[in-house]
């Protein structure tokens, strides 16, 4: 069992940065592939980033590549998004996602084993 929890979301101008954190509980956190993805009002949950199990490889959605980065800290069990030049269409309810045995690019289509509560990040214009 794995449990995540996000937190570093908020209220930012378009062009700030925000840095969301999750954090995760457990021993095999450095097992599982992780991801962040988002939701925003009215529409499906989509991916936005995916790490390795290493951190050695990263995979992004087009409209994030080179605004997000996605890092994590396996002595910290801990998984970060660092957010760039934010848009107002980033505003969304953001997700930690953890999935035994992916490839980053498999976390846009596998079912996911365990998800955090989510943090809210509205960008204004």
């Known amino acids: 069992q794995v449990q995540l929890v996000e937190s570093g979301g908020g209220l930012v101008q378009a062009g700030g940065s925000l840095r969301l954190s999750c954090a995760a509980s457990g021993r095999t956190f450095s097992t599982y592939t992780m991801g962040w993805f988002r939701q925003a009002p009215g529409k499906e949950r989509e991916f936005v980033a995916a790490?390795?199990?290493?951190?050695?490889?990263?995979y992004y959605e087009d409209s994030v590549k080179g605004r997000f980065s996605i890092s994590r800290d396996n002595a910290k069990n801990t998984v970060y998004l660092q957010m760039n030049s934010l848009k107002p269409e980033d505003t969304a309810v953001y997700y930690c996602?953890?999935?035994?045995?992916?490839?980053?690019?498999?976390?846009?289509?596998?079912?996911?084993?365990?998800w955090g509560q989510g943090t809210q990040v509205t960008v204004s214009s």
């Open positions: 790490i390795s199990k290493s951190g050695g490889i990263t």
């Open positions: 996602a953890a999935k035994l045995g992916a490839t980053t690019q498999g976390m846009t289509f596998v079912p996911i084993d365990y």
